[in-house]
């Protein structure tokens, strides 16, 4: 636990129901977002889960190991139109549309692991993207681009902070989409994310700041998740 944050001024934690949504607090005072809004969450689930990040602090409190709170708070205080743009953004550079040219066994790999998913927001979200070797930016069709964000800003604060979470994790628009659909877990999300680094670190070895990195976003991808899945209960 880490010492440098605010100490704990609280000794029990519970959830109430208030109307439809559901509110968590410190010995009976509701839990209030940074920017002073009300904390509701629409899931029993997430309000329990968020309660016991709260219950399980130590002496202080440590953020980093609440990852589902600072993700509701952000879905209650963040702007959604700039959360909906800045998550949509990625449809245009997405990850897996740029393939390495060789050598042939990550090709391969690039192909065995990208592609499915690519076809899957094809043929399921009606968004095909254009694949391109090298790193030169490629064009993507308006239409896929306009559906992709459709997409998004289809979803309400919570799922889209999830999302904004996943995609900026993995770098990829469709793997974030993919993994709050359903389509694949965090583990498959975090793979296909860091194919390139893997590759890399199986032939050259690891350093710290990669370690640091990829446990980060292993981190992010698998709360993500848990957000997504306790919202659909």
Known sequence: ???????RFYKTT??????????????????????????L??????????AGEWAAQGK?????AMPLTVLSWAAIDRDPE???????AYGGHDLMCYRAEDPADLVACQQAAWQPLLDWAAQELDAP???????VSVAQPEAALATLRQVVANRNGFELVALGTAVKASGSLVIG?????GRIDAQAAFDAAQLDETYQMERWGEDQ???????????????????VGLLRG
């Open 1 to 7: 636990m880490a010492s440098g944050g605010p100490k």
């Open 14 to 39: 519970s959830v109430e129901a208030v109307g439809a949504d559901y509110r968590v607090c410190l010995d009976g005072w509701p839990v209030k977002t940074p920017g002073r809004a009300e904390m």
């Open 41 to 50: 969450l629409p899931a029993l689930g997430l309000a329990e889960a968020v």
């Open 60 to 64: 202080s409190i440590d953020l980093a």
């Open 82 to 88: 700039q959360a909906i743009a800045e998550t949509a």
């Open 129 to 135: 993207l254009k694949v391109t070797a090298g790193i």
């Open 177 to 181: 989409l993919a993994l709050c659909a």
């Open 209 to 227: 700041e990669t370690v640091r990195r990829r446990t980060a976003t292993r981190g992010d991808l698998e709360a993500a998740a848990r957000m």
